[in-house]
Nanobody, 122 residues
Framework: VQLQASGGGLVQAGGSLRLSCAAS????????LGWFRRAPGKEREFVSA????????VYADSVKGRFTISRDSAKSTVYLQMNSLKPEDTAVYYC????????????????WGQGTLVTVSS
């Protein structure tokens, strides 16, 4: 199982970015994919998660209404559309997947991508 995250970059506050997470391997067995982030000097935190085959979608309160998670099952890719970005969204964003249901706990995800850096300037 491999996850490849991409789409990060530098954007001004109020701007948008779309992150992608392409999965390879036994993707048909995956239950959920989550996005997490780690800001400089802070702990890793949950951002959003969705089921690979639909169903539950969850967002952190801090991104609700601004971020949208979606998936393209045919491409085994999950996206995170990030709008109205704020400087506090600056972080390395990681995608992760697990074989079980959607959960928000990072420790429950067994497979992780390498991370993509998002920098939001004020």
């Amino acid at each position: 199982v491999q996850l490849q995250a991409s789409g990060g970059g530098l954007v001004q506050a109020g701007g948008s970015l779309r992150l992608s997470c392409a999965a390879s391997g036994r993707t048909f067995s995956f239950g959920a994919l989550g996005w997490f982030r780690r800001a400089p000097g802070k702990e890793r935190e949950f951002v959003s998660a969705t089921g690979w085959n639909g169903g539950t979608t969850v967002y952190a309160d801090s991104v609700k209404g601004r971020f949208t998670i979606s998936r393209d099952s045919a491409k085994s890719t999950v996206y995170l559309q990030m709008n109205s970005l704020k400087p506090e969204d600056t972080a390395v964003y990681y995608c992760a997947t697990r074989y079980g249901s959607v959960v928000v706990t990072a420790a429950s995800y067994g497979y992780w991508g390498q991370g993509t850096l998002v920098t939001v300037s004020s």
